[in-house]
């Protein structure tokens, strides 16, 4: 069964919904926003995504334990017409596959979380203030101090789903989304950040609470993606409700000479 590409939204929405967590950025990629930047590749009902509206190309390859070997079979295809350099997003054990024709490197394993207890969410009381392309400047010195080396597309302050709170004025702390797409009825946190002169004073907690009280308004699935060694990280999502859903590898790939 050979590698086909893919360009029927329905045809996508259709495999990928069959699991809206693990495959929540890609649902959110078939959005008019994000639409335009991508390449969809399908094997069977396995799918895999190039997304190019970022400097280096990302691709996007996930699949359940039981499934992974036919999306490995995709990669085996695929791979000889991909980019030289990409980033990659990858279930566990596709990274064998791609050794085979790229060097991988700066791996770090990630969980991806989805947001299963909404009612703690209550435990933290919600602050913040909607954010918009008015305030990019702040937003970037912000991640300057923060969260430096993020993936931040200023676009994404257009959707409306980013937001801060400010400390004298100054934007100290803020949540934002990587994805959010009510149409596919899912939505992917990202960028979430506080100020190191004022860690420790539960911001994040309340920006993200705020945040994840909107997204639910609008979509059914509110996941995220955190580096499995933040543990810090992964103790204020799991107190605000989110339960680790999947594990995968995001990591750089290099091809062989």
């Known amino acids: 069964m050979p590698v086909r590409a893919e360009h029927d939204r329905a045809v996508l929405a259709e495999l990928l919904g069959r699991d809206p967590v693990l495959h929540a950025y890609q649902l959110g990629d078939l959005d008019d926003f994000f639409w ?16 190019h509206g970022v400097e280096l190309p990302t ?6 334990p039981q499934d992974v070997g036919e999306l490995a079979a995709l990669l085996e295809e695929l791979a000889p017409v991909l980019p030289a350099r990409l ?28 947001l299963t207890d909404p009612a703690r969410l209550a435990t933290v009381a919600p602050a913040g203030e909607t954010l918009d392309r008015a305030d990019l400047p702040a937003l970037l010195d912000l991640y300057a101090a923060a969260y430096p080396g993020n993936w931040f597309d200023p676009r994404m302050l257009d959707t409306g789903q980013y937001v801060g709170i400010r400390d004298g ?26 100020h190191p002169r004022l860690r420790g004073r539960g911001l994040a907690a309340a920006a993200v609470a705020a945040l994840c009280a909107r997204l639910r308004a609008d ?22 409700g989110f339960t680790r859903a999947a594990d995968f590898t995001e990591c750089a790939l290099l091809r062989r000479r």
């Open 87 to 114: 980033w990659a997003h990858l279930s566990p054990g596709l990274e064998a596959t791609v050794a085979r024709w790229y060097e991988v490197s700066d791996g770090a394993g990630h969980h991806r979380m989805a």
């Open 59 to 64: 691709l996007l390859a996930f699949a359940s």
């Open 36 to 51: 335009p930047y991508t390449s969809w590749f399908r094997r069977g009902d396995r799918v895999a995504l190039l997304y």
């Open 219 to 240: 979509v059914d699935h509110v996941t995220l993606n955190v580096r499995a060694d933040n543990a810090a990280a992964v103790r204020l999502y799991e107190r605000l």
């Open 169 to 194: 004025g100054d934007l100290v702390a803020v949540a934002g989304v990587h994805v959010w797409s009510p149409t596919w009825r899912v939505a992917a946190l990202g960028n979430v950040t506080t």
